[in-house]
């Protein structure tokens, strides 16, 4: 059982930046696909930005939504996912959670959460 923990959340103006990161209680070298989601009051969970890591190298895709802006990477020696989040517009306010995901030969083995951190952006 791996525990996963985001920081970084918190309370933005319009414009600004933030960096989440999520922390896993174990080794995260053999997580092959990292995802950010997030979501919002009223409305379903979404994914924000994806990781996978493949025979291809690392393959990254984002929401049209936050394309541009929003950056994710992993640092296996850290045991750490982050999401880099930069001009941030108040429709990007919801909770932000982080999901690992070992998956061999098409079949899934582990999926972990985290708790979620609240990204709350002003006008």
Do not use: H
């Amino acid at each position: 059982q791996v525990q996963l923990v985001e920081s970084g959340g918190g309370l933005v103006q319009a414009g600004g930046s933030l960096r989440l990161s999520c922390v896993a209680s174990g080794s995260i070298f053999n997580f092959n696909i990292m995802g950010w989601y997030r979501q919002a009051p009223g409305k379903q969970r979404e994914l924000v930005a994806g990781l996978t890591s493949g025979s291809s190298g690392l393959i990254t895709n984002y929401a049209d939504s936050v394309k541009g802006r929003f950056t994710i990477s992993r640092d296996n020696a850290k045991n750490t996912v982050y999401l880099q989040m930069n001009s941030l517009i108040p429709e990007d306010t919801a909770v932000y959670f982080c999901n690992i995901v070992r998956v061999r030969n098409g079949v899934k083995l582990y999926d972990y959460w985290g708790q979620g951190t609240q990204v709350t952006v002003s006008s």
